[in-house]
């Protein structure tokens, strides 16, 4: 079946430093993506969501872009702090039916002092 | 609000036993769902539930997985032999239909 995949496995960043997660996503008919946060022994943690009539959609200190054209999507952590410190999950799925989401193999996100 | 709940938080079994998890979805969320996520990937879908109705459990092996929702609320899955490679968290989520899914902090189940 179609697949999330990220590019890198591990980034680390310095504390205050922006950081940018990439995610590469195969089923071109996906049309609402999420990212999700995990802590180590926590379930997945959502932060922020896009859907595909949209390019960039920002929250607090976390902005997502789509690109469709390449179906590529990233997640922008500003100004990170160590409690960013986790291993972040792209999602892919459809708005309509059964929303059954289909994760990537996830980017773990250290935070150097 | 209180969130997903899931117990217990950890098991340890030896292959061919039996195993069963609980999951108390978020109040008034319709929409349950069990993913196993095997250490260092991403959850895979094991089971939906749209009230106490199966919506898709095309990747549940059927031949030792069994899940139930009977009155539409909690649900709980089984493991039925257990197998080596059920190694794995065992989360539950839930939403309202269509809507964000929320998860609970997940089962870690090891097989040995």
């Known amino acids: 079946g179609e697949s999330v995949g990220l590019h890198l496995p591990t980034l680390s960043v310095q504390e205050g430093d922006n950081s940018i997660i990439n995610c590469a996503y195969s089923?071109?008919?996906?049309?609402?993506f999420i990212w999700y946060k995990q802590e180590s022994g926590k379930g997945p943690q959502f932060i922020i969501d896009i859907r595909s009539n949209m390019d960039k959609r920002q929250g607090q200190r976390v902005t997502v872009l789509l690109n469709k054209t390449v179906k590529h999507l990233s997640l922008q952590i500003a100004a990170t702090q160590p409690g960013d410190s986790a291993v972040y999950f792209c999602a892919e799925t459809l708005i309509q039916g059964a929303q059954k989401l289909v994760f990537g193999q996830g980017t773990r996100l250290t935070i150097n002092p | 609000e209180a969130g997903v709940a899931q117990s217990p938080r950890y098991k340890i079994i030896e292959k061919r036993q039996s195993v069963a998890f609980w999951c108390n979805p978020i109040?008034?969320?319709?929409?349950l769902y069990w993913y196993q996520q095997i250490l260092g990937q991403g959850p895979k879908l094991l089971i939906q539930?749209?009230?106490?109705?199966?919506?898709?459990d095309s990747q549940l092996p059927k031949d030792r997985f069994s899940a139930e929702r009977l009155k539409g609320v909690d649900s709980t899955l089984k493991i039925q032999p257990a197998k080596l490679e059920d190694s794995a968290v065992y989360l539950c989520?839930?939403?309202?239909?269509?809507?964000?899914?929320?998860f609970g902090p997940g089962t870690r189940l090891l097989v040995l």
């Open positions: 089923n071109s008919a996906s049309d609402y």
């Open positions: 539930f749209q009230n106490n109705g199966v919506v898709d």
């Open positions: 989520a839930s939403s309202t239909y269509q809507e964000t899914q929320y």
């Open positions: 109040s008034g969320h319709a929409t």
